[in-house]
């Protein structure tokens, strides 16, 4: 295979990388030539068919011109892991040797697509011809020369065909989901549900729109429900799908985000009390005001110094409206000593003033992200418009501001010995009745991402025995116990090491879909797992484990042990463990289904798998959790914090009271 060198290389599925510098010639020269040939990168690679690759053949594919096929797949497959860096005896780069060929090799969207299996996957009345005219009507991919047709006919390949019939619904709000669904024919409404549980409709999409871009972008549950008015023909695209897409096609991203932001924020500025029965024309021209801003985890919205973000990216205007449009935010105040007193937490769907006038009291804060957060920022101007031409809603707008002093002398009163509030007057002083150990817990719920979890495997230690039923439970469903009891201790309530279901979940950043969401917000590994630790890495609560395959497979069976053993007592044993728990032997490997792109089938790629992720992800397609039924005591328990712990303001009510 002769590789052309490209004039801008395009690497796809480096999200996880996106700092990495490639090496140059001389470098990648220098690097081959301390390579000692051990193969000991080759062993370590999680890609099944590494076992397949000699090093040498590696080697003379990175500075030679030709490039062996079943080189070429295995750079195809590469992801990018680094699992071969720290076991090179000669500290060589083989991630960013690999980089280099990944550059040279290209894009494997540009060979051929097998257009008879597009076709039989059609609808009777439909061809690859009508699809892909069908698709160029979607604004982002009009413009043929950034996305060419083959582009588009690997997405088609790659995605699925839905038919719908009039009333079918193909997103429901509160469900998640990752999938873009274009509109190849039919129409679509819309719908929130309002402050009452009434549905509210939002908006009617057409052939030529898309939707499911909010669960893509955010992570986040479904903010709508979509339902077809009349028969519809769908193309859902994979996540991953559409993210290799954007890499290679970096204006069809902006484009999506741009469309997408203004879309979400229409949808929120409804729900909100504060624009409820604003005109549909007011609340366009206040998203075509606003600006959109993403921030990482510990990364600052604006500070008190006025220096956000080490003044890298820019200073969103202090007098702007914030719109919190996913994520947790963290509001506080620096003391007369210097430490950092919390004032508030805010999550996705609440709003806050920018900063100056949070607390009614014209003093800066410091407003800090604790998860990923998506903000829109509406300026002052056109909000002073508003209340100008709305009274009503500059009345709710001061209510509001009323409602975070309240919050505030709230916490001066009870859990964070915030500076107190009362009115418009400040003090420096705190409450010396303040509560230090709740204090503590309520910060380690909100800073260690509890909070952020849809369903958190806890204990209660007053009831908890500490016989780790709950550990080996899942350990005879699994074949490997999925969760560690101890954790966290908040109160009487341990946080068990397990994952937690997050609501944005860093770790599904996988090209491979070997991590992947059920409706219903269970994370699971899937089918498509080659164990590369990639998402355990971005995991920040250490709730993924990468382990070998033959342990995956769970333990040898009574017979097994026999064969190995003569021992009387270990036969005995072995029949006691094997014979009496069923479940030992239920599970082959730990999954639960094929993923979403569905990329291997099982026999021989099976047999060169090397190692899988193991996680816990609630025991899908079971009627029950091993953890949780096991526990004679009743210690564990599955909850949603939300709702067990209330929210922070409920919970500085409580102690103030």
């Known amino acids: 295979m002769q590789i052309q060198p490209l004039e801008q290389p395009v690497v796809t599925g480096m999200q996880h990388r996106s700092n990495i510098k490639p090496l140059r010639k001389e470098e990648i020269r220098f690097e081959i030539d301390m390579c000692i040939g051990c193969d000991r990168c080759m062993r370590a690679c999680p890609v099944p068919i590494s076992s397949q690759v000699a090093i040498a053949d590696l080697n003379r594919a990175t500075i030679t011109g030709t490039m062996a096929s079943h080189i070429a797949k295995f750079t195809d497959e590469c992801v990018m892991c680094g699992s071969c860096v720290p076991v090179c005896p000669v500290n060589n780069h083989r991630d960013l040797l690999m980089l280099a060929l990944k550059q040279r090799l290209g894009t494997s969207w540009k060979s051929p697509v097998d257009v008879r299996r597009v076709t039989n996957a059609l609808p009777r009345g439909w061809n690859p011809a009508l699809v892909l005219s069908r698709l160029r009507e979607q604004a982002m991919l009009r413009d043929a020369q950034s996305v060419p047709d083959n582009y588009l006919l690997h997405v ?79 193309l859902a695209i994979p996540e991953q799908v559409m993210q290799h897409l954007i890499e290679l096609a970096p204006g069809v991203g902006s484009h999506f985000e741009q469309i997408s932001h203004a879309r979400s924020l229409e949808h929120i500025l409804k729900r909100l009390a504060l624009f409820q029965g604003m005109p549909e024309n007011v609340l366009q021209w206040v998203g075509s005001q606003t600006q959109f801003r993403e921030y990482e985890r510990d990364e600052r919205l604006f500070a008190e110094d006025n220096t956000g973000n080490g003044g890298q990216r820019g200073q969103p205007a202090r007098e702007s409206l914030h719109i919190i449009m996913a994520g947790f935010v963290k509001v506080a105040r620096k003391t007369t000593q210097g430490t950092e007193r919390i004032i508030a937490y805010r999550q996705g769907g609440d709003y806050f003033a920018g900063g100056l006038d949070m607390l009614g009291d014209q003093r800066a804060v410091t407003a800090t992200a604790l998860s990923r957060v998506r903000v829109a920022e509406i300026p002052r101007a056109a909000l002073l418009q508003v209340f100008t031409h709305f009274p009503v809603v500059a009345r709710r707008f001061n209510d509001r501001l009323q409602q975070y002093s309240e919050a505030a002398a709230l916490a001066n009163t009870g859990v964070f010995a915030a500076i107190g509030t009362v009115g418009h007057v400040t003090t420096d002083t705190a409450n010396p009745f303040t509560d230090a150990t709740a204090r503590k817990g309520l910060h380690s719920l909100v800073s260690d991402g509890v909070v952020e979890g849809t369903e958190v495997l806890v204990i209660d230690l007053d009831k908890c025995i500490h016989c780790s039923e709950c550990e080996e439970a899942c350990a005879r469903r699994h074949g490997h116990s999925r969760m560690n009891r101890k954790g966290m201790v908040i109160g009487n309530i341990t946080i068990t090491t397990a994952c937690r279901q997050c609501q944005d979940p860093v770790c599904m950043l996988c090209s491979r879909a070997g991590i992947a969401r059920k409706p219903g917000g269970e994370v699971y590994i899937t089918e498509s797992c080659i164990g590369c630790g990639i998402c355990a890495e971005r995991c920040p609560y250490d709730n993924i484990t990468i382990i070998p395959l033959d342990e995956a497979r769970g333990q040898p069976d009574a017979s097994q042990i026999a064969n190995a053993t003569s021992a009387l007592w270990q036969r005995f044993g072995g029949y006691f463990k094997d014979g009496i728990v069923k479940e030992r032997r239920r599970t082959v490997l730990p999954m639960v289904q094929p993923g979403p792109l569905n990329a291997q089938s099982s026999g021989g790629y099976d047999e060169l798998r090397k190692k899988i992720a193991v996680k816990c992800d609630l025991c899908a397609g079971y009627n029950n959790q091993a953890c949780v039924q096991a526990c004679p005591t009743g210690a564990a328990m599955r909850i949603q914090p939300a709702t067990f712990f209330g929210s922070t303001e409920d919970i500085l009510r409580r102690k103030a009271h």
Request: glycine share 14%.
């Open 156 to 234: 088609i390949a790659a995605s699925s065909l839905l038919t719908l019939a009039p009333g079918d619904v193909v997103i429901h709000e509160g469900e998640y989901g990752r999938d873009i669904n274009c509109i190849l024919e039919g129409q679509f409404e819309l719908s929130t549900n309002g402050p009452d549980g009434v549905p509210i409709p939002v908006g009617i999409l057409r052939r030529g729109e898309y939707m499911g871009d909010y669960g893509m972008l955010t992570g986040h549950q479904h903010n709508t429900t979509a339902q077809a008015q009349s028969n519809a023909l769908m």
